[in-house]
């Protein structure tokens, strides 16, 4: 069971709007940045969105973030096929002083 | 751009110690938090522990009393000891680098994985 709970799986077709959602609590995303990393298959994670909504260098602005109190989301915008991958939140956790992860989104692009 | 490579023991049996080592290219360890993770087949991203350019680390709390992470700055490498394997320790092991500021799940860089299988 991990300490950020995302959805198992969210798909979509070509060209729409997908939203991946990343609940937690006031000790982890409450207080302290989010983060988000994709994962194609078969390879390690790629840093994907950093202090709740920066992007890196390279990543395509169809990839955005956002923070409410205990929750956070990642919306990709102009869904592609090479979009389809496991997407995860993490954040530090103040209680546990450690870093904890979603469970992961399986994204399919239909 | 830094790039890590890591390499280390594949199959080890129950009450070994797992060692993994991951090389640093294109930085120094100043100001970069290092990064081991684990990802058991089929499953998610767990966070080991962390260490700084300062010396301190931290440790996932469940396995902090298993865990040694040490840094070989003259060979620019860094590594992993988990000692007391079993099966639950089965996983891809990731090395990962990122911003040397505390209380961040900040990993920039990312080595290519390593499959540790613990079996008898």
């Known amino acids: 069971q991990s300490v950020l709970t995302q959805p198992p799986s969210a798909s979509g077709t070509p060209g729409q709007r997908v939203t991946i959602s990343c609940s937690g609590s006031s000790s982890n995303i409450g207080s302290n940045y989010v983060y988000w990393y994709q994962q194609l298959p078969g390879m390690a994670p790629k840093f994907l969105l950093y202090r709740n909504n920066q992007r890196p260098s390279g990543v395509p602005d169809r990839f955005s973030g956002s923070k409410s109190g205990t929750s956070a989301s990642l919306a990709i915008s102009g869904l592609r096929s090479e979009d389809e991958a496991d997407y995860y939140c993490?954040?530090?956790?103040?209680?546990?002083?450690?870093?904890?992860f979603g469970g992961g989104t399986k994204v399919t692009v239909l | 751009q830094v790039q890590l490579q890591q390499w280390g023991a594949g199959l080890l049996k129950p009450s070994e110690t797992l060692s993994l080592t991951c090389a640093v290219y294109?930085?120094?360890?100043?100001?970069?938090?290092w990064s081991w993770i684990r990802q058991p087949p089929g499953k998610g991203l767990e966070w080991i522990g962390e260490f700084f350019d300062s010396g301190s680390t931290n440790f996932n709390p469940s396995l902090k009393s298993r865990v040694a992470i040490s840094v070989d700055t003259s060979k620019n490498h860094f590594s992993l000891n988990l000692s007391s394997v079993t099966a639950a320790d089965t996983a891809v092991y990731y090395c990962?680098?990122?911003?040397?500021?505390?209380?961040?799940?900040?990993?920039?860089?990312w080595g290519q994985g390593t499959l540790v299988t613990v079996s008898s």
């Open positions: 294109g930085a120094s360890f100043s100001g970069y938090s």
């Open positions: 990962a680098s990122g911003i040397a500021v505390a209380g961040q799940a900040s990993f920039d860089y």
């Open positions: 993490a954040a530090w956790d103040d209680s546990l002083s450690g870093v904890v």
